[in-house]
């Protein structure tokens, strides 16, 4: 190989191995926000969970705040 195919190949893999470290950095990536994305979506259904409570609460489905529980 000749110091300029030399050169060019040195190159290329410099190139190559930052595409496989920023792929990497990616993948790492997607899984951390597809991780997110899951404890957002169990956060959304205690939010909304509590939102039910707090809405029959209001309306006087369920036990009133001076009311004494049944076995007083």
Do not use: C, F
């Not at 000749?2 to 060019?8: C, D, F, P, V």
């Not at 039910?52 to 369920?62: A, C, P, T, Y």
């Amino acid at each position: 190989m000749s110091t300029r195919e030399e050169e060019l190949q040195a190159r290329l893999d410099a190139l190559e191995m930052t595409v496989a470290e920023q792929q990497r950095e990616i993948d790492d990536l997607n899984a951390m926000v597809t991780k997110q994305w899951d404890t957002l979506g169990l956060y959304k259904a205690q939010i909304n969970k509590m939102i039910d409570q707090i809405s029959d609460l209001e309306q006087g489905d369920g036990p009133a705040a001076n009311q004494k529980p049944p076995h007083y």
